[in-house]
């Protein structure tokens, strides 16, 4: 009678337990793109924080990306674009996080909300080793008229289009990816590349004959873009997201892809 009442218990116990798991649960009230599921939108050519290695997308934010969806007990799904079109894919639902060492900047939070920043760039100058340009002050000298590679509608294209095309002291020349655009610097298309720190290094090492100017021209911060229609989801990746840096784990991965120098 004693065991009977003890296995009773038991299984009372383990039935009440598996009832409030807490991880599946959480997820099916999430509204994500698809259920279970969360889709992360990206542009895997922006070493080390997205990029293709044996075919499969890696990376700082792929990593990221991979903590939260496991904090919210989600199956991580990234799918590879234009830069241009994550924002896009966030907008209209087609992604649930747009996570692609993006800034936040005033006009994208006009279409995007954006989480708590896990990392901070800077936008920097490439230039080849014998090149004129010394610094970004060349670029703004009176009478300059450099040809300036960049990827499409990323801030470097952005800033250097408003303070330098703009104001008839530059051309810009839009690429799809920013290593096309440093391939034209290579091979003569573009007097300079104006893109972010991270990727600028890595496209420097890989490519001969390269050097990153000194003088930096913005500082930036990285953010995750998320649908403005979907507030439980945002709270839930931002909680996330915040954990995850306050417990350094956002640190450890960030220091796997960029050893301190
Ligand atoms: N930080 C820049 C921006 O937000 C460039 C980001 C490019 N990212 C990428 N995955 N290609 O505009």
Same mark, same amino acid.
């Given at each position: 009678?004693?065991?009977?009442?003890?296995?009773?218990?038991?299984?009372?116990?383990?039935?009440?337990?598996?009832?409030?798991?807490?991880?599946?649960?959480?997820?099916?009230?999430?509204?994500?793109?698809?259920?279970?599921?969360?889709?992360?939108?990206?542009?895997?050519?922006?070493?080390?924080?997205?990029?293709?290695?044996?075919?499969?997308?890696?990376?700082?934010?792929?990593?990221?990306?991979?903590?939260?969806?496991?904090?919210?007990?989600?199956?991580?799904?990234?799918?590879?674009?234009?830069?241009?079109?994550?924002?896009?894919?966030?907008?209209?639902?087609? /992604?649930? =996080? &747009?996570?692609?060492?993006?800034?936040? +900047? #005033?006009?994208?939070? $006009?279409?995007?909300?954006?989480?708590? @920043?896990?990392?901070?760039?800077?936008?920097?100058?490439?230039?080849?080793?014998?090149?004129?340009?010394?610094?970004?002050?060349?670029?703004?000298?009176?009478?300059?008229?450099?040809?300036?590679?960049?990827?499409?509608?990323?801030?470097?294209?952005?800033?250097?289009?408003?303070?330098?095309?703009?104001?008839?002291?530059?051309?810009?020349?839009?690429?799809?990816?920013?290593?096309?655009?440093?391939?034209?610097?290579?091979?003569?298309?573009?007097?300079?590349?104006?893109?972010?720190?991270?990727?600028?290094?890595?496209?420097? /090492?890989? =490519? &001969?004959?390269?050097?990153?100017?000194? +003088? #930096?021209?913005?500082? $930036?911060?990285?953010?995750?873009?998320? @649908?403005?229609?979907?507030?439980?989801?945002?709270?839930?990746?931002?909680?996330?997201?915040?954990?995850?840096?306050?417990?350094?784990?956002?640190?450890?991965?960030?220091?796997?892809?960029?050893?301190?120098?």
């Amino acid at each position: 009678m004693k065991k009977t009442i003890a296995l009773l218990l038991a299984l009372i116990l383990v039935l009440s337990l598996t009832a409030c798991g807490p991880k599946k649960d959480a997820a099916s009230s999430l509204n994500t793109t698809t259920p279970g599921v969360l889709t992360m939108a990206t542009n895997a050519a922006f070493p080390p924080y997205e990029y293709m290695e044996n075919g499969k997308i890696v990376g700082i934010d792929a990593e990221i990306a991979g903590a939260i969806a496991e904090k919210l007990g989600l199956e991580l799904q990234i799918d590879d674009m234009e830069f241009d079109s994550i924002t896009t894919a966030v907008q209209g639902g087609k /992604a649930d =996080i &747009g996570l692609a060492g993006m800034t936040v +900047t #005033e006009e994208r939070k $006009e279409a995007v909300d954006f989480t708590v @920043s896990y990392a901070t760039g800077v936008q920097v100058v490439i230039v080849t080793e014998d090149s004129a340009i010394t610094s970004v002050d060349d670029l703004f000298a009176e009478g300059a008229n450099h040809v300036i590679g960049v990827q499409r509608n990323t801030t470097g294209d952005l800033y250097t289009t408003w303070d330098l095309e703009d104001e008839g002291l530059a051309t810009i020349n839009r690429y799809s990816k920013g290593v096309d655009a440093v391939q034209a610097l290579v091979t003569g298309k573009v007097d300079c590349v104006v893109i972010d720190n991270e990727p600028a290094k890595a496209f420097v /090492a890989s =490519i &001969g004959g390269l050097k990153i100017l000194e +003088t #930096e021209y913005v500082l $930036e911060d990285y953010a995750a873009a998320m @649908s403005k229609d979907k507030p439980e989801l945002y709270e839930a990746v931002n909680k996330a997201l915040q954990e995850l840096i306050d417990d350094g784990t956002v640190q450890k991965i960030v220091d796997k892809y960029i050893p301190a120098e």
